[in-house]
C-alpha cells in the first residue's frame, strides 16, 4: 500500500529533490523531524528505485504439510523462480519453494519437524539449519550435498531452547552464490519460557533478513566473488523499503543475511535500540543499544515502541557501517500509520543463563587463526591456521560433552571476519581482552572478529557426535577456504 507521504516522498526524490524530513511532511513531531539527516537524491543508476518506495513484504509462513502427535512434516522444492524485488521487473533468483524472500518455518522446542527437501535445480545442494543442534546428518555439511532430482529429508529434533534460527544453503564452493541468489529462510524456534513473556507476538513480531546485492542494467542480480559493489541494501527482499506500523511496540528478528556486509544499525529519532536477543535465543535482560552491529550470519532481536511517535511519523533504520552513506546509508523506513492497542511489554528480565563464571571448567585451549590473502591477488585465499579448507582433513577433535575454550584472531589488517561453529551455542568471554559487552553475553553462534582482534570463546560440545564445521561467514570468504571440520566423538 502506498502512503501519501511514501508518495510524496518518492515523488519529491524522484524529482532529485531532497526528501523532506518526515516530521514536516506529516506536519508535526519536532522530534522525528530533527534526527532525520536531509537525504540527498538517491537516483542510482539502473532500475533500483528511490529508498522508501516499494513496501517491504512479511515473509511467507510455511504451513506443515501434516502435524500429528509431536511432528512436523514440511515439503520444500528448491527451485529457480523470478521476484519483483525492484518495481516491474522480474528477477531470477533461487528459492525455497518459490519464495523470495525465503520462507519462515516455526518450530517449538521438543516437537521435532521434518523437512524434505526436493532439488529442482542443475546443480547440487545442502541445507544447512544455522544455529541448529542437530546429527551431523542433517547439519547440511557442506559435502553431503543432494543432487539434481533427487530428494533428502532433514530432521530436526529441536532439543534445545527458543532461538531465531536460520537455514540456507550450504553447498561447497557455491554457498555464496546460492545465498545470495536467495536460498536462505527463517526458522524460529519457540518454547515455553518464551512464550510465557509478554513480548509483542503475532503480527507484531516481524523477521527482517537484510542483505546487500548488487543489479546490472537489467535488473538481474549480479554475483561476483569479493564484489564490493553490492550497494543496494535490501531488507526483506526490497531496496531500502518502508514499513507500515502502528503506535506501539513490535519485536523485529533481524538477521544479516548477506555475504560481506557488515551493519551498524540505528534509529533516525536517536531512540537506542532495544536489544532483547541474540543468535542463541533471548537475553539475560533487554539492552539498550544506540549502535547495533550485525555481522553476516547473526541475528538481533530487538522490540522498538513507536507510540512515542504520533500517526504520520516516519522513523529510519539507518546504517553507519562500512560503505558510502548515501549508498548503503539507509535501511528501512518504518511509517507510523494508525494506533493501536498495546498489551505488550520488555521483562526486566528475560531468561537466566548461568554466569560466566560458572560455565564448565574447560579442559582445552585452542587458538583459532582467520586469515586471508591481501596482497590484492585476484583470486585470494582463506585459511584457518594456515590452512585452506579440505573436506577430507579432520582439522581438531573435541570430547564429546567437554568444554573448551577457543581463542579466534583474525590476523588480517584490513578484512574483518566472523566466526561461526556448527552444532553448538557458545558464550563470549572476552574481546580484545576485555570482558564481552551485554550484547554478546547472551548465547552466540557466529561472533565479529574484526582486523587484529581477539575473541575468546567458551564452547561445550554436547548434542552429538560426528563431523561439522566452523568457518567465516562472510560466505565469500568460507567459500576461498576460510572453513574447517571438527569431529565430535
Ligand atoms: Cu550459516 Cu556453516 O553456516
Ligand atoms: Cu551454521
Ligand atoms: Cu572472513
Redesign the pocket.
Known amino acids: 500500500m502506498i502512503t501519501r507521504r511514501s508518495m510524496l516522498g518518492g515523488a519529491l526524490a524522484a524529482a532529485g529533490l531532497p526528501l523532506l524530513a518526515p516530521g514536516i511532511l506529516a506536519g508535526g513531531e519536532a522530534h522525528a523531524a530533527e534526527a532525520l539527516p536531509p537525504a540527498g537524491p538517491r537516483r542510482a543508476k539502473g532500475p533500483v528505485p528511490p529508498a522508501f518506495t516499494t513496501a517491504m513484504p512479511v515473509p511467507t509462513v510455511l504451513r506443515p504439510l501434516s502435524s500429528t502427535g509431536a511432528v512436523d512434516c514440511y515439503e520444500l522444492k528448491i527451485r529457480r523462480s523470478t521476484a519483483e524485488i525492484l518495481p516491474g521487473i522480474a528477477t531470477d533468483v533461487l528459492t525455497y519453494g518459490g519464495h523470495f524472500p525465503g520462507p519462515v518455518i516455526h518450530a517449538r522446542s521438543g516437537r521435532r519437524v521434518l523437512v524434505r527437501q526436493h532439488n529442482g535445480l542443475d546443480m547440487p545442494v545442502t541445507v544447512?539449519l544455522?544455529g541448529g543442534n542437530v546429527p551431523s546428518a542433517s547439519d547440511g555439511n557442506p559435502m553431503d550435498v543432494f543432487a539434481p532430482g533427487t530428494a533428502r529429508t532433514y530432521v530436526y529434533a529441536n532439543r534445545q531452547p527458543h532461538a531465531s534460527l536460520w537455514f540456507?544453503d550450504?553447498a561447497h564452493h557455491m554457498e555464496a552464490e546460492h545465498v545470495y541468489r536467495g536460498l536462505s529462510g527463517s526458522y524460529l524456534l519457540t518454547d515455553d519460557l518464551e512464550q510465557s513473556l509478554p513480548l509483542p507476538k503475532g503480527r507484531y513480531d516481524v523477521p527482517i533478513t537484510l542483505r546487500d546485492a548488487r543489479f546490472d542494467e537489467r535488473g538481474q542480480l549480479a554475483y561476483t566473488m569479493s564484489d564490493r559493489n553490492r550497494t543496494t541494501v535490501l531488507a526483506n527482499g526490497r531496496p531500502t523499503p518502508y514499513f507500515e506500523v502502528a503506535a506501539r511496540k513490535y519485536r523485529f528478528r533481524l538477521l544479516n543475511g548477506s555475504n560481506l556486509r557488515l551493519f551498524a544499525l540505528s534509529l533516525s529519532d536517536g531512540t537506542p535500540l532495544t536489544q532483547i536477543a541474540s543468535d542463541g535465543g533471548l537475553l539475560e535482560r533487554p539492552v539498550a543499544v544506540p549502535v547495533l552491529m550485525l555481522s553476516p550470519?547473526e541475528r538481533a532481536d530487538v522490540v522498538v515502541d513507536f507510540s512515542r511517535h504520533a500517526v504520520g511519523t516516519r522513523l529510519v533504520l539507518t546504517n553507519t557501517g562500512p560503505g558510502r552513506p548515501e549508498q548503503v546509508g539507509k535501511v528501512l523506513a518504518f511509517d507510523v500509520v494508525r494506533t493501536a492497542d498495546d498489551p505488550s511489554s520488555v521483562p526486566e528480565v528475560l531468561r537466566t543463563l548461568r554466569p560466566a563464571a560458572a560455565l564448565p571448567e574447560a579442559a582445552v585451549t585452542r587458538d583459532i587463526e582467520l586469515s586471508m590473502d591481501e596482497d590484492g591477488r585476484p583470486d585470494p585465499r582463506g585459511f584457518i591456521n594456515g590452512r585452506m579448507y579440505d573436506p577430507d582433513r579432520v582439522d581438531t577433535t573435541v570430547a564429546f560433552g567437554s568444554s573448551e575454550i577457543w581463542n579466534v584472531t583474525n590476523s588480517n589488517r584490513r578484512a574483518p571476519h566472523n566466526f561461526?561453529l556448527?552444532l553448538v551455542q557458545f558464550r563470549v568471554l572476552e574481546r580484545g581482552g576485555r570482558p564481552a559487552g551485554p550484547t554478546e553475553t547472551g548465547l552466540k553462534d557466529t561472533v565479529r572478529v574484526m582486523p587484529g582482534e581477539t575473541v575468546k570463546l567458551h564452547v561445550t560440545f554436547d548434542g552429538y557426535r560426528g563431523d561439522y564445521?566452523y568457518?567465516c561467514?562472510m560466505l565469500d570468504h568460507s567459500a576461498m577456504g576460510m572453513m574447517a571440520t571438527f569431529r565430535v566423538r
Do not use: D, R, S
Request: proline letters at 0%; aromatic letters at 0%.
Open positions: 544447512h544455522h540456507h550450504h550470519g561461526h556448527h564445521v568457518h561467514h
